[in-house]
């Protein structure tokens, strides 16, 4: 059984964002405006979030949940303009795409520990979990793409996570709404933390299996990143690690391994291998050196951010990067030929 591969334009809100938010826009931006420098843009707002929600959120939650409801707009416009803007200019690259989706694969994370930050929710496993859950599903993604060549998008997507993620911050502002999600359904777990797991388990199971089954066979790679994502959160949880420092450890783990998948189908080489280094830093400092544990956490954090920015780097060295398009004198003659014949009729 092969499934029909559906485009982002397919899904049920980005058709709508296109149209009437981000192809307005295009129009103001400037031919010059490189369609990378959008992509950073827009995802600086998005890194902004988890910020704006833990230090602001505390004290100002309505100014905080306005400010991360726009911002969560600005980068939903931003990711679809430098799409746009590279086709625009002719400047598309291997090196624009590995952008894009290498600095998407931090967004769910991001979007996750902002929630639990401005609703301040206090349960460390089930945020862990639920960002596990996400990365898996972007690995199955990524896996397949790296496998068929094509990108297969759920008719719930991006933009609609997106949409999701702004509307359960932007109520964090209702006192009846921050009560309600805050209520305790099981001890320590609350109505909203448990609604997040449920829909990112929601959402990773029929894309799992849909994948599963247009590739026939369940990749040995999305195992052992299973495996080593459940490895990471037991060496977290074991060691009571704080919410920051957990959130940061494994969304930067998830997105090292997507990095390195989303770079290996863009230039041929090894099959990327799950980090094993992470994983069994974490359990062994959990099950022999409790007491120096969060020093094994720190330096695994600075670790995978080296391990983050070493793929980033090996991207731009190797990956071509866009240019301006080039057009030779008989193009051209026959461009300016082909409009005046379309002007005559």
């Known amino acids: 059984m092969k499934g029909r591969a559906r485009s982002a334009s397919d899904t049920l809100l980005t058709p709508a964002l296109r149209r009437y938010l981000a192809a307005p826009i295009l129009r103001l931006v400037p031919s010059r405006v490189s369609a990378n420098a ?3 843009a827009a995802h600086a707002c998005l890194y902004a979030v988890p910020f ?9 939650p309505a100014l905080a949940a306005a400010a991360i409801v726009l911002l969560i707009l600005l980068f939903a416009i931003g990711d679809e303009l430098d799409g746009m803007q590279a086709q625009r200019t002719r400047t598309t690259s291997s090196l624009g795409e590995f952008l894009d989706h290498y600095l998407d694969s931090f967004g769910p994370g991001v979007l996750l520990y902002a929630a639990y930050a401005l609703y301040r929710l206090p349960a460390t496993d089930l945020l862990l979990v639920t960002i596990g859950c996400t990365f898996l599903t972007g690995s199955t993604l990524y896996l397949e793409h790296l496998r068929t060549g094509t990108m297969v998008f759920e008719a ?4 609609e996570g997106l949409a999701f993620a702004a509307v359960v ?3 964090g502002v209702v006192p009846a709404v921050q009560r309600l ?5 099981l001890p320590g777990y609350s109505v909203l933390a448990l609604f997040l797991l449920a829909v990112s388990a929601a959402v990773l199971v029929p894309t799992a299996v849909r994948s599963f089954v247009r590739t026939h066979a369940i990749p040995i790679l999305w195992l052992l990143l299973a495996f080593g994502m459940a490895a990471v959160i037991a060496g977290l949880l074991l060691t009571s690690a704080g919410l920051s420092l957990g959130a940061a450890v494994l969304v930067l783990y998830g997105c090292s391994n997507a990095g390195a998948l989303i770079l290996r ?5 090894r099959m990327p291998v799950p980090d094993p280094v992470a994983p069994v830093a974490l359990l ?16 695994v954090l600075v670790y995978l951010g080296a391990r983050c920015a070493w793929i980033a780097g090996l991207a731009a060295l190797r990956l071509p990067r866009p240019g301006r398009p080039v057009v030779s004198g008989a193009a051209a003659v026959a461009g300016a030929a082909a409009r005046s014949d379309q002007k005559e009729a």
């Open 169 to 171: 911050l932007g109520l």
């Open 284 to 299: 062994a400092a959990a099950l022999v050196i409790p007491r120096h544990a969060l020093l094994v956490q720190a330096a």
């Open 181 to 185: 999600a805050r209520l305790e359904v």
């Open 156 to 159: 719930i997507s991006t933009t």
């Open 52 to 60: 704006v929600a833990a230090i602001v959120g505390p004290r100002l």
């Open 265 to 269: 189908r863009l230039r041929p080489g």
């Open 38 to 40: 959008i992509t950073l």
